[in-house]
């Protein structure tokens, strides 16, 4: 039995759908559904069971035989919560719990970390997981201290009696891809240009508040969502593989390009515009970020990440302009 939380929601939908290509089993979801269209991200699958988040412990318990590993993809993802204390207890201390039940029980646990781990960039991009790179990193933003703060805790049980069988963090980059649908303002750009870009009209990307990048410059590291789930399936595949790991493709590329993809994928010519940025957004904003992949290649994973241009034209062509879901 396989444990997928947040398995209803963006990156755990798609891993759903690839482990029952793959064959995995049984898969069982820990979410919330809510009162959208939420569900319609894991309509197609064949499932065990759907358990609420806070209903898990004991679930896990009673079944503690029969699972043999968790994907912790769940989590309050929004880089503009407010509410401390429901950060904490939905990704700080939900995951501490699910770390120390693999532990008790010799699990493996795959948890999702973030790239807002890293903050503003100065510091670079490097996944060292040694606790005296840990403590010099300095996250803009509530969400991104909280992954944090779960990666450094992971890192300081390095000599406990009891471990899970396996532990790796997986630090996302700009993802992008079907199933981000109930994200609102959290959806990729990919999305929220695609409606414009089918009319041929104007989209408005953010300007840019920093002299060294040019309106629709900003740099970030986007990687499509099959590349996500084909990591983690390789990790499914590879116990013997632990550690933080970088998931992005090593390549950073502007918002411009990411916009101008969408538009090409369409059929359409790039119609940008600019619009000033939110002011509670100019000092916890990311103007580069870039993975450094050779500890992941160096642990064995070969497969080719897919370009910019091919991953926003299969979104686009393969899920927008057709069945949006898996």
């Excluded at 933003?141 to 406990?160: C, E, I, M, P, T």
């Excluded at 160096?298 to 497969?303: D, I, L, M, T």
């Excluded at 991953?311 to 927008?320: A, I, P």
Aim: proline residues 4%; contains cysteine; glycine residues 8%.
């Amino acid at each position: 039995m396989i444990i997928i939380t947040g398995g209803a929601g963006f990156i755990g939908s798609c891993l759903v759908a690839g482990l029952e290509r793959a064959g995995a089993g049984p898969l069982v979801i820990s979410d919330w559904l809510g009162v959208g269209e939420k569900w319609r991200n894991i309509a197609k699958r064949q499932l065990f069971d759907v358990v609420p988040p806070e209903h898990l412990l004991p679930f896990l318990e009673k079944n503690s035989r029969d699972v043999s590993m968790i994907f912790h993809m769940g989590a309050i993802s929004s880089t503009t919560e407010r509410d401390d204390d429901a950060i904490v207890k939905n990704n700080f201390h939900l995951s501490r719990d699910l770390w120390n039940f693999c532990a008790a029980h010799g699990k493996r646990l795959i948890y999702a970390s973030s790239a807002a781990t890293y903050g503003d960039g100065t510091l670079g991009f490097d996944d060292d997981d040694t606790p005296e790179h840990l403590a010099i990193l300095q996250p803009l933003n509530l969400y991104g201290w909280s992954k944090h703060a779960f990666d450094r805790w992971v890192v300081s049980q390095q000599n406990a009696h009891q471990k899970p069988a396996q532990c790796a963090g997986l630090k996302f980059f700009n993802v992008y891809g079907p199933h981000e649908y109930h994200k609102e303002n959290m959806r990729s750009v990919v999305h929220q240009v695609f409606p414009f870009a089918m009319k041929g009209e104007a989209f408005s990307l953010f300007k840019s508040h920093n002299r060294l990048y040019s309106d629709g410059g900003q740099l970030r590291d986007f990687i499509w969502v099959g590349d996500c789930v084909d990591i983690m399936l390789w990790l499914y595949a590879n116990k013997g593989v632990s550690g933080l790991l970088n998931v992005g493709t090593g390549k950073a590329r502007s918002f411009a390009d990411l916009a101008s993809a969408v538009y090409a994928a369409t059929g359409k010519p790039p119609n940008i515009t600019y619009r000033d940025m939110p002011q509670e957004l100019r000092g916890k904003y990311q103007y580069f970020t870039e993975a450094t992949t050779t500890k992941l290649r160096n642990a064995g994973y070969e497969k080719p990440f897919t370009s910019l241009e091919d991953g926003v034209r299969q979104y686009v062509q393969n899920y927008l302009q057709q069945d949006p879901y898996m």
